[in-house]
């Protein structure tokens, strides 16, 4: 009754995701997204399930070869049209998994309750041990309001400082060229230094790749000539997604990082985007979390929060334990 096969159509591919009914367009599942793994040197499988002859189930699955193990990851994905598709598409693609030896399968569909996975409990599937991933907290902004509604639903402070970002000497420039984004990454690197991140992989490749198809715009903040804030905002589908950021600590008393967002915002609005994706934040019941910070900024621009289930493991091996215990530790380091 279900066949799976890789789709060769970017069109097929396309339609079924921004045609889905999933809350948020998943843009980690989009042809343009296994082009910027495929540039990173992964290798890729663009997948769909028929029934019959009609297309139920697509998923961008992406084999990570890590230190601590190799997996499939298929980060948001699936994308199904109905909770009864995904038992045999985890029973066809535990059969890929285990051609292409890998240790586990984590998959983070944008399903927002552990019942709708309740099909794949016989598989051993249980909560990877990472922290909040791929922004499974997001924080989400209806920017179909006009933007005076949008001024009056924000934080009174962050109000403030983006009629004060307005006022003061900030050039804001919209760009895709390279010479833009090598100054942007300097900023980024200094920055996961001061906040004591990884720095991630992948972000030239996905402005390249999703700009030729003008979904993504860097929004890079100038005073005196100086760059001090930037911002790669992906355009997909129903949302905008402000996906990585940076500013420069010396310059931490101008509020160019709020204008940045609101410039963006409205682009979102331009292009009849439906939602501003701030991306992940940290649940209130974490006070001492270390991302409680960027959270506030986030959050004073007003929206609410939309919550996803956990990224899920299905191991196939002992060998997936090594990932466990590693993740697990780092996990607890980092006070997650």
């Known amino acids: 009754m279900y066949r799976i096969k890789e789709i060769e159509s970017k069109k097929t591919f396309e339609d079924f995701i921004l045609k889905s009914k999933v809350a948020l367009s998943p843009f980690f599942q989009s042809w343009n997204w296994s082009l910027v793994q495929t540039a990173l040197g992964n290798k890729v499988f663009r997948l769909g399930m028929y029934k019959d002859s009609e297309l139920v189930l697509t998923c961008l699955v992406v084999k990570i070869k890590a230190r601590r193990g190799t997996y499939f990851h298929l980060r948001h994905g699936p994308i199904f049209k109905n909770k009864e598709v995904l038992k045999p598409f985890i029973i066809e693609i535990t059969k890929l998994a285990k051609e292409e030896k890998v240790d586990f399968i984590r998959l983070s569909p944008l399903v927002q309750t552990q019942a709708d996975l309740n099909s794949l409990k016989g598989f051993g599937i249980r909560n990877a041990p990472i922290h909040n991933m791929d922004a499974e907290n997001a924080w989400i902004l209806d920017v179909s309001k006009s933007e005076e509604e949008l001024l009056s639903e924000m934080r009174k402070t962050t109000r403030y400082l983006v009629r004060k970002a307005m006022k003061l000497p900030i050039e804001v420039k919209k760009t895709t060229d390279m010479k833009g984004f090598q100054a942007f990454l300097k900023l980024y690197e200094e920055t996961s230094k001061r906040h004591h991140f990884v720095p991630h992989r992948g972000m030239k490749e996905e402005l390249d790749i999703f700009s030729k ?86 959050t004073g621009f007003g929206g609410t929060s939309i919550n996803f289930v956990h990224a899920q493991d299905i191991p196939l091996g002992t060998s997936y334990w090594k990932t466990f215990i590693i993740e697990t530790f780092w996990r607890i380091r980092k006070g997650y």
């Open 213 to 298: 198809d003008d979904q993504t715009v860097l929004y890079l903040a100038y005073f005196n000539k100086k760059l001090i804030a930037g911002a790669l905002i992906v355009f997909y589908g129903n949302q905008a997604v402000y996906h990585h950021g940076a500013s420069a600590d010396e310059f931490r008393d101008i509020p160019a990082a709020y204008l940045l967002q609101w410039e963006a915002i409205k682009e979102a609005k331009k292009r009849g985007k439906m939602f501003y994706n701030f991306w992940g934040v940290v649940p209130p019941d974490k006070p001492k979390h270390p991302w409680q910070g960027i959270t506030l900024f986030k």
